[in-house]
């Protein structure tokens, strides 16, 4: 008969405790971590914004570059382009649809209609993509994503500034006479660029989570060129049709694509004249340029930490 003998149970060191989630984030905060992609705080993207401001100038400027570099005319193609797109308009609407009738120096004001358009409508165009196309930057470079539609934008204004010099060409050509008034031309386009990159920071906040958004755009864009007085004068329009409504002038005057051209027009054409202009156009321009690029800016700060995920 077998004896079983009572062996004491093995003894276990205890299993510590998992530290709580309080203790862990008073541990990060006494070390100095922060959480990975957490969005920071609008003074301190700002000044990190800044502080890349080399990045994002040559950034832009390589991207200007490298725009037409496969095309043999290379860089000529940044004053062609928008030279082109006005031959069309002025047969277009100049010959065809008489557009030009009563409206002096048409061709300095369809050219310049023409350059200041393309700004807008290029920048908004290029915001649109700023995240859904450059994803692979995004994921792997850890910066302020707001320098990609700024940094777009910038591009846009250095080619507009090629075109510039295509506008003077023109405008002495046509007999415009070079005026103190042109000038003002550099507040306007300050203005404009303001407009642009708040309009582009909103539509890169869009087209990061619907990529779809970038095959509409340029369909509300044709719309809106057609509203802007690209190839005609709205108020020469306005004052021909007594009987539209009120608000159809109200609303075709403050539009802001149209604010910047007719500033661009004022300033550069002596033809154009302040009567031609709508009441109080450098507060409107002031308050659009204020109201997209403060509003355009915090829009697409507050999702600063979504972007390139998913």
């Not at 832009?60 to 004053?79: E, F, R």
């Not at 002038?249 to 002596?270: E, H, K, S, W």
Request: net charge positive.
């Amino acid at each position: 008969m077998s004896q079983v003998l009572d062996t004491p149970p093995l003894k276990t060191a205890p299993t510590p405790a998992a530290p709580a989630d309080d203790d862990l984030v008073a541990l990060a905060a006494r070390h100095g971590l922060s959480v990975s992609g957490a969005r920071p705080s609008l003074p301190q993207y700002v000044r990190q914004l800044w502080a890349r401001r080399h990045f994002i100038a040559a950034f832009s400027t390589a991207k200007l570059t490298a725009q037409y570099s496969q095309a043999k005319l290379g860089q000529v193609w940044q004053v062609m382009t928008p030279l082109l797109n006005a031959a069309v308009y002025y047969l277009i609407f100049g010959v065809l649809l008489q557009t030009k009738k009563g409206v002096p120096d048409y061709v300095p004001f369809l050219v310049t209609g023409v350059f200041i358009w393309t700004f807008t409508q290029s920048s908004i165009l290029a915001g649109t993509r700023a995240i859904s196309g450059n994803l692979g930057l995004v994921r792997a470079l850890h910066f302020p994503r707001a320098a990609l539609p700024i940094s777009f934008c910038l591009q846009q204004l250095q080619q507009l500034l090629f075109s510039m010099a295509a506008l003077v060409v023109i405008l002495l050509f046509f007999g415009v006479p070079v005026a103190v008034s042109w000038v003002l031309a550099i507040p306007a386009l300050v203005l404009q660029f303001t407009f642009n990159a708040g309009v582009s920071m909103i539509l890169a906040r869009l087209g990061a989570k619907t990529p779809d958004l970038a095959q509409l755009m340029p369909f509300v864009l044709r719309t809106w060129m057609y509203a802007s007085g690209v190839m005609f004068s709205i108020d020469h329009i306005l004052s021909r049709h007594t009987d539209l409504p009120s608000w159809v002038g109200t609303v075709l005057q403050a539009n802001p694509a149209a604010v910047y051209i007719d500033l661009m027009r004022f300033a550069l054409i002596d033809s154009f004249h302040a009567s031609q202009l709508p009441p109080h156009v450098w507060a409107l321009a002031t308050g659009w340029a204020l109201l997209a690029g403060v509003g355009g800016f915090i829009y697409f700060w507050k999702a600063e930490e979504t972007y390139g995920r998913g």
